[in-house]
C-alpha cells in the first residue's frame, strides 16, 4: 500500500476519532480555550464586556459555528457529537481541495 | 490559541496582515521552486491532518482546553514554507466555516501557528537530528522536542499579543476595549498550559508519527527537502 493511502485511511480514523476533542472536555468540565470565551462569559470573568470586543465579536457568521449546526444549543452530546464528525468531513473536505488545488498551481510540472 | 474577532484591536490585526502578506508571498514562491507535483497529496495531507488535531481539544478538568496543531510535523515532512501554506489553508478553513479564529485575527493567528510554530519547530528538528541516521531514535526525539518548543513558541505570541490590548486600547476610566488581561496574566496563563500540558500532546503526536514514517516511508525523512 502506498503510503499516502496509509495517511488517508489514519485520517479517516482520526475524524472518527474527533468527537473525544468534544466528549473529553465536557466530562471533565473544561471551558473554552483561553483568550476565546464567549461575551457572557467574558462578562463573568472581567464584570464587563469590553466595548471593542462586543462589536467586533459578531462580526463574521459561520455556517457551521464551533463545528455544530446552527442553533444546536441545548442539543444532546450525541447530537453534537455526530455534527461534529460532520464538521470535520466538511472542513477536510474543503482543506484538501483548497491546499490541492494552490499545490498544483505552484508546484513544478513532470516530477 | 485561535484569537477570535474583537480580541485584537485594530492596530494589531492590520500588523499581523500586514506582517504576513511578504511570508505568504516568500512561501508560494519559494514552494513554487522547490514543491514537487509528487507532493501535492502529502500537502493536502498535511493540512487536513493539522485541521482536523486542532479539533481535538484537550481539558484541563474544571479549566480551559487547548490542542495540538500538527504544524511542526507538516514543517518536517513539508519543509517549512510549504508548511506555512498547509497550515494557513487549515486555519482559514477554520475561521470562515466554523468560526473558529476571527476574521480579523486571521493575520495573528497565521504568524503564530503556520509561520513561527512550522519554523520554530523545523529549524529545532534539523538541529538537534544533524547526522542523524533517518531511522534513528534521535530523530524521534529530536521532532518531539521540536513539536513542544515549537507550540510553546505561538502559545507565547498568541499570550504576548492578547496581553498587549490593555495597554493599547482602554477607556478613560481603565476598562480595556478589547482583550481584556494583561501580559501579567495573559502570559502566565497562556504559556504555563502549553508548557504543562498541550505542548506534550504536539511532542507525542509529532514525535508518533515519525516513528511511524521511519518504518512506512523513510523515503520522506531524506534530507534535502523544503
Request: hydrophobic share 55%; net charge positive.
Amino acid at each position: 500500500m502506498k503510503i499516502t493511502t496509509k495517511l488517508w485511511i489514519g485520517l479517516g480514523v482520526v475524524i472518527l476519532l474527533s468527537p473525544l476533542g468534544l466528549l473529553l472536555p465536557e466530562h471533565f468540565k473544561a471551558g473554552a480555550a483561553w483568550g476565546e470565551w464567549g461575551i457572557d462569559e467574558i462578562k463573568k470573568l472581567v464584570g464587563y464586556v469590553p466595548k471593542g470586543l462586543e462589536k467586533l465579536a459578531p462580526l463574521w457568521n459561520a455556517p457551521l459555528p464551533d463545528y455544530a449546526f446552527k442553533g444546536s444549543e441545548g442539543k444532546g452530546l450525541s447530537h453534537l457529537s455526530l455534527a461534529y464528525i460532520i464538521s470535520a468531513v466538511v472542513g477536510i473536505a474543503v482543506t484538501v481541495g483548497a491546499s490541492l488545488l494552490v499545490g498544483k498551481l505552484l508546484a513544478k510540472k513532470g516530477k | 490559541m485561535h484569537i477570535p474577532d474583537g480580541y485584537l484591536g485594530p492596530a494589531t490585526s492590520g500588523f499581523f496582515y500586514v506582517a504576513m502578506l511578504p511570508i505568504w508571498t516568500a512561501a508560494a514562491r519559494i514552494v513554487k521552486k522547490t514543491l514537487k507535483a509528487k507532493q501535492v497529496p502529502l500537502l493536502a495531507i498535511g493540512a487536513a491532518f493539522s485541521f482536523v488535531i486542532m479539533m481535538f481539544n484537550i481539558p484541563i478538568p474544571g479549566g480551559s482546553t487547548g490542542h495540538a496543531v500538527g504544524g511542526v510535523l507538516a514543517a518536517i515532512l513539508l519543509g517549512p514554507w510549504a508548511a506555512c501554506i498547509a497550515i494557513t489553508v487549515a486555519l482559514v478553513v477554520q475561521a470562515l466555516l466554523f468560526g473558529d479564529g476571527g476574521i480579523t485575527a486571521i493575520g495573528a493567528n497565521c504568524f503564530n501557528m503556520a509561520f513561527v510554530l512550522p519554523f520554530m519547530g523545523y529549524y529545532l528538528y534539523k538541529a538537534l537530528s544533524r547526522n542523524a541516521p533517518v531511522g534513528s531514535n534521535r530523530r524521534v526525539w529530536a521532532a518531539g522536542v521540536a513539536g513542544y518548543v515549537g507550540l510553546n513558541a505561538a502559545a507565547f505570541l498568541t499570550a504576548v499579543e492578547f496581553g498587549l490590548q490593555p495597554l493599547l486600547h482602554h477607556t478613560a476610566d481603565g476598562q480595556a476595549l478589547y482583550s481584556p488581561y494583561g501580559l501579567n496574566i495573559a502570559v502566565p496563563a497562556m504559556v504555563g498550559e502549553h508548557l504543562l500540558i498541550f505542548g506534550w500532546i504536539e511532542a507525542i503526536v509529532t514525535a508518533l508519527v515519525i516513528k511511524f514514517l521511519q518504518k512506512q516511508a523513510p523515503e520522506l525523512l531524506q534530507e534535502g527537502r523544503g
